[in-house]
């Protein structure tokens, strides 16, 4: 028999995203970037749809094309329905409609926070996948969780943050140490140089499994306001410092959670994704729990971490194996409750 051939399309926030899979291997995964929002220091809502507008159809015949695939092989249309921005997901699911008419193939309504965690199916995404229960850190610039995974899609939210998103602060953090946006990748390229113990932020007091990222922010910019006034420099004379001080604070609070679910929960199969599973400081403590722990540790390719459409085809493919299609009377979501 034939594999499956599915395109899947993401469009939830800044990134026009286009994959092709053909069962559970990614042929083609292309994103066009919006860097128009760098300016703004932050995702401008209006400005990103329509860049998406301009961008789905040439993303879409580049993938096409990368894959080495005819139209007519596609088996059906995958796309994120929510959550995300309104007019952002408008642009992708009007698309994959119309697409998936013209080609009269299903159509496949995809949660961007289910694919963030299912990414971890993709071939390549892990020299093996995760068994079944394993807890999965969803940790990017618009969300912060952690979710059991009992199946496909039999997931639950264990613990969420309350106020800002890991990402978020990383971002809004770099803002007031005058860094560019998105500052994540910037602030652990700067930590590599610092040293982490230089400052100390206050950490949140959060219930359960939750999270809570406002105050560590907070605590920053006082700080930086009161140094700054006795020395202009401060922030130039000790950014390494300040970075690696701010990663390793962020950091722990991720990692103190996860450790208590995994060994309340008593779960060994632990998994992260989405932006900031780029972190080197992260995937460093997740390594360190491996040889301290014992944890089977799960963390994908860099390019199925942040947000891409590779993540929506497989989703969508575990989706076509069900037969779970959409109407075409379905809608985009900015908000979705649960995973
Ligand atoms: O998953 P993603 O691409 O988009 C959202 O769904 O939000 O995540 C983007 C977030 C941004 O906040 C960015 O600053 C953060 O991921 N990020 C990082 C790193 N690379 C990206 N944060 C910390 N360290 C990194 N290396
Ligand atoms: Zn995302």
Known sequence: MNEVIILGIESSCDDTSVAVIKGNKILSNIAANQEIHNEYGGVVPELASRAHQLNIVPTIE?????????????????????????????????????LAMSLNVPLIEVNHLQAHILAHFI?????????????????????????????YFDMKILGKTIDDAAGEAFDKI????????????????LAKNGNENAFKFSKPKVADYDYSFSGIKTSVLYFIQKETKKNPNFIKENLNDLAASVQKT??????????????????????ISGG??????????????????????FIPKFEYTTDNAAMIAMTAKLKFDRKEFSDLQVKARARVEGV
């Open 62 to 98: 580049k993938t096409i094309s990368e894959a080495k695939i005819l139209q007519k092989d596609i088996s059906a249309i995958g796309f994120t329905s929510g959550p995300g921005l309104l007019g952002s997901l408008l642009v992708g699911t009007s698309f994959a409609k119309s």
């Open 123 to 151: 071939e390549d995404a892990n020299p093996q996948p995760p068994k079944f229960p394993f807890l999965c850190l969803t940790v990017s610039g618009g969300h912060t969780m952690i979710v059991l995974v009992n199946d």
């Open 174 to 189: 770099g803002k007031i140490l005058n860094l560019d946006y998105p500052a994540g990748a910037i602030i652990d390229k």
């Open 250 to 271: 962020i950091v722990d609070v991720l990692m103190e959670k996860l450790e208590k679910a995994a060994k309340e929960l008593k779960i060994n199969e632990i998994a």
């Open 276 to 297: 900031v599973s780029a972190n080197s400081k992260l995937r460093e403590a997740m390594m360190q729990n491996h040889e301290k722990l014992g944890w089977n540790i």
